[in-house]
């Protein structure tokens, strides 16, 4: 697609439950990224997918995090038995792989969740 | 984890005013962009400085990258209420594959 495509746009749920988030990437960019933004912070980097190689799971919070991607396009961030402290907007960002383009993000408008 | 400091945190000016927002680290980053956020939407990449005391204009907004590569800061000549949202350092060391981001300055400009 055009740009890169988050959904939900917005999740209530209630504390204990779990979450699935999606991110469609652009078209071609090999990268993949997941942020969260907790209400006007910065950027708390998650993990981060290139091709085919092991993501990068360090900035993951806990085991109830996780995220999965297929080949080079979807992705869906997981977060298991939802806490309040998990309420944040949670973004995700494409570039292009090694190369010149490798650091040029484009980001989703992100997925806003709230937890109960 | 490599930590980015921005400051203001927050900024309120007129429109015509000049500004300055400063991102700082006590790491060395290969290279340093600049991210502005508007409520709702995700960061748009403004600027990536990659060199030691490189200065990079656009249009009314100047970045520079200080010259050991741990700082750098955003000027912007004449504010206008489009400047408003949140602008956003985000720094890239050799030993990650993955951006880091500051926490943040939020600039109100007021018409």
């Known amino acids: 697609g055009a740009g890169v495509s988050q959904s939900p746009s917005n999740k209530v749920t209630e504390k204990g439950k779990d979450v699935e988030l999606r991110c469609d990437p652009i078209?071609?960019?090999?990268?993949l990224y997941w942020y969260r933004q907790r209400l006007g912070q910065g950027l708390e980097f998650l993990i981060y997918?290139?091709?085919?190689?092991?993501?990068?799971k360090s900035g993951l919070p806990s085991d109830r995090f996780s995220a999965e991607r297929t080949g080079e396009s979807v992705s869906t961030l997981t977060i298991q038995r939802t806490q309040q402290e998990d309420s944040a907007v949670y973004l995700c960002?494409?570039?292009?792989?090694?190369?010149?383009?490798?650091?040029?993000?484009?980001f989703g408008a992100g997925s806003r969740l709230t937890v109960l | 984890t490599q930590l980015l400091e921005q400051s203001p945190q927050f900024l309120s000016i007129q429109e015509g005013e000049n500004l300055t927002v400063y991102c700082n680290s006590s790491?060395?980053?290969?290279?340093l962009q600049w991210y502005r956020q508007e409520p709702g939407e995700g960061p748009v990449l403004l600027v990536t400085?990659?060199?030691?005391?490189e200065v990079k204009k656009l249009k009314r907004l100047t970045f520079q990258f200080g010259d050991a590569r741990k700082d750098s800061s955003l000027h912007i000549t004449a504010a206008q209420p489009g400047d408003t949202g949140l602008y956003l350092c985000?720094?890239?060391?050799?030993?990650?594959?993955?951006?880091?981001f500051g926490s943040g300055t939020r600039l109100q400009v007021q018409p």
């Open positions: 960002a494409s570039s292009l792989g090694p190369g010149a383009g490798a650091n040029v993000l484009t």
């Open positions: 078209s071609g960019h090999t990268a």
């Open positions: 997918f290139q091709g085919n190689s092991a993501p990068d």
């Open positions: 790491s060395v980053f290969s290279s």
């Open positions: 400085v990659v060199t030691g005391g």
């Open positions: 985000a720094g890239l060391d050799t030993g990650r594959r993955a951006l880091t």
